[in-house]
Antibody
Framework: QVQLQESGPGLVNPSETLSLTCSVS????????WSWIRQPPQKGLEWIGY???????NYNPSLKSRVTMSVDTSSNQFSLKLTSVTAADTAVYYC???????????WGQGTLVIVSS | DIQMTQSPSSLSASVGDRVTITCRAS??????LAWYQQKPGKAPRLLIY???RLESGVPSRFSGSRSGTDHTLTISSLQPEDFATYYC?????????FGPGTKVDIK
């Protein structure tokens, strides 16, 4: 079954860029859509966006000006960049496979990113 | 943007109870709705997609239905492992949105 693992800094300074990578194992990144979802502490889930393995992406309008997603098929990884972060971006960030472009059926364990100086 | 609301925001129930959670969309999303279960400290788990299609491996006590813009998740007989928070998510538009969640805890 597909396995996903998020990686990246757990602490980011305000106004800087948050960068995370999701490594996909036991399965190919090709032919699939891939999601990023986040969850602030003690709050609900927020959809960040998704990307097709070809690089076509859709982003949450509230984050669109700050978000970039990319795919590296040679490494079987996809990535998230969020610029100009503030404390409001502190959250657990999840990556997931978006099967058939609509259902997140496999998830990473999540990684906590804290925005603080 | 399509907005999703859920009711109730929380509920207390006993093992064996029938539990119903409702998710309402701000517009018709047809059957483009999924339900997820999340336990503390864990990633969400897909339960239902297409409003009523059970994901592989999910117990049959979970079911989903739709009436207009109202979507319902039903747990026919609540089990100890079902105490969790449940989220709906629409994918009708290519800009997805989650509902705020419903926490199910032990009475």
């Amino acid at each position: 079954q597909v396995q996903l693992q998020e990686s990246g800094p757990g602490l980011v300074n305000p106004s800087e860029t948050l960068s995370l990578t999701c490594s996909v194992s036991v399965g190919s990144i090709k032919g699939n859509y891939w999601s990023w979802i986040r969850q602030p502490p003690q709050k609900g889930l927020e959809w960040i966006g998704y990307i097709y393995y070809t690089g076509n992406a859709n982003y949450n309008p509230s984050l669109k000006s700050r978000v970039t997603m990319s795919v590296d098929t040679s490494s079987n990884q996809f990535s998230l960049k969020l610029t100009s972060v503030t404390a409001a971006d502190t959250a657990v960030y999840y990556c997931a496979r978006l099967k058939d472009g609509y259902k997140n059926d496999y998830w990473g364990q999540g990684t906590l990113v804290i925005v603080s100086s | 943007d399509i907005q999703m609301t859920q009711s109730p925001s929380s509920l207390s129930a006993s093992v064996g109870d029938r539990v119903t959670i409702t998710c309402r969309a701000s517009q018709d999303i047809t059957n483009s709705l999924a339900w997820y279960q999340q336990k503390p400290g864990k990633a969400p788990r897909l339960l239902i997609y297409g409003a009523s299609r059970l994901e592989s491996g999910v117990p049959s006590r979970f079911s989903g239905s739709r009436s207009g813009t109202d979507h319902t998740l039903t747990i026919s007989s609540l089990q100890p492992e079902d105490f969790a928070t449940y989220y709906c998510q629409q994918y009708y538009s290519n800009l997805f949105t989650f509902g705020p969640g419903t926490k199910v805890d032990i009475k």
